[in-house]
Structures are given as C-alpha cells and as structure tokens.
C-alpha cells in the first residue's frame, strides 16, 4: 500500500467526483481510478461504490475513511520526527528552542539572523508555546532553551540551581486602543460604569492574562471594562484592537509599526503598565554542545546590553 492511495481515497471521499477529487490530486481520472482500485484489492474489499451518481462510499468505505485518516496522521508525524533526528544524524548541531508567542513576532526573527550570521554551523529548531508547555518542556528534557517573559510579582517556577537564565531585556505592557477622532484613542482607561470599555482579554489563567489582572487590582482607581473577546495570543487582541473593536493590552515592541503609523496609541496612563523582563532559560543537565555554544553567544549578548 501507498500513502498516495490514502490520500487519493480522502480527495474523493470528499468530493464524491472522480473528476473533481482527480483535479485537486493533479491526476488524469484514469490514473486516480487505478489507484483506488488498487487500494481496494490491496484491503481484499470495495470501498466506493460505483453504481450511483454522485458515487457515494460503501460501509466498508465509510469505516475505513477514519482509519485512513488516523494512517496519514501516523505517518506525516513518522516523517517529522524521522527529518529532525536526521538532522542531529548527519552532524547538523540543532538546538531546540521554545519560545512563547509574542516573542515569536518581535526578539526572535532578529535573533535568529544574527545566530545564522554568527553561529552557522548552529541551526535553532524553534516551537511557539504559552508558558505553561514551555516550562513543561524544560522540566521533560524536550527543549534546550525557553524563552519567555518574566514578572518579579508573577515568577517562572523553575529552579534556579536547576535551570539558570539570562535576561535579555525588558519591554513596556501597556493598555493601546485604535486612533479615534482628533488623533486620540477611541477607547481610554478607566470607562464608565454607565458605558464600559469593550475588553479585548487574555484567557484566564495565561501569563499576560495575570498580568493585566495584576494592573488592575493595583490601579490607584477602578476600571469600567466589558470582557467581550478572549484568547491565549497576543496577536489576536493586536487584530482586534487595531480593527476599532476595544482596548487591550500589549507588549510595547509588538506594536511599534502600529503606534509610529497611527493605527494604534496608548489608551491609559502610567498607572495600568508595567515592564516585563524578556529571559531565556536552560537545564544545567543539558548535554547538547550546540546549546552550550548558543547560551555563551547570548550571555555575551545579554552583557553588552548591560554593561
């Protein structure tokens, strides 16, 4: 059996048109037939049946169209982890890097450049992941380096001794809204309670969540806010807010196109920010040299930063 007949099968399961499912595979209709025909004396059973107009699939058909499914799966997710075992095989020094969202979007494309101008031999393997799975990961061995946001108020609980880190830097979290009339924001902390402000909010319990929930309970005043949308990514309430649809908030670097064109300003005074230390950590039981090399170019980096 291939993995092609699968897949053919699954075009035409979806499309019930030999012709439609042969465009969308880039196949002749003859060559797509033969190789459902194929599929089916290889199971020893018919799946389609061919008597009717659109075809439809037979029971056997209609059960093995999920078993065909969960095959493909097992099978791209053979070849994923087949491709970065050998890249570690063939001599590559590939370090793996968990790095939470809006970092994604800001520190790491830069980072990553000057990695590959100056470290070239050294090739990052990066994963988008909220704080949770990235300490999880820490904590399993599964990546050699996290990279993430730090409050002194809201610590990563991570051994120290166990797993040292560097801080890189630090940026503003601050509240934005999208430009409203006369170059002001359309929507500005603290509301009223007569007409709150649309919130666009973080899930509860995520990182930047807490954070903003820490802000308000310390404000030296209360907020009139309506929680009308919520999301674990920073780059959703980034679309929302620019759309005109409320006031969140957003780590300062992300947004810094948006605040220089106009689209976006700040929506509230000093009172709802706070800093957020941007650090990198790493298991001081790692054994991957690549990772040794990679945490002595970014201490060098963290140093000249801070002199």
Known sequence: MEAKWLEDFLSLAESRSFSRAAHDRHLTQSALSRRIAALEAWLGAQLIDRSVSPIRLTSTGIMFRGQAAEILRGIYAARTLAHGHELVADGVEVVRMSVVHPLLF??????????????????????????????????EGETDLFLAYHHPHLPIVLDPNRFPFLSLGSERFIPVSAVGPNDGPLFQLPGDSAEPVPFMAYAPGTFLGNVVEMLLLNASRPCALQRVFETHLSEAVKAMVVAGNGLGWLPENSIAREMREKS???????????????CVYRSSDTQNAAADELWGWLAKSAASNHP
């Open 106 to 139: 800001t520190l790491v494309p830069n980072q990553l450049r000057q990695i590959r101008a100056e470290l070239g031999h050294v090739k990052a393997k990066v994963q988008a992941v909220n704080v949770p799975d990235g300490v999880r990961a820490m904590v």
């Open 264 to 278: 976006m300003t700040f929506a509230g005074g000093e009172q709802w920010t706070t800093q957020l230390e941007i």
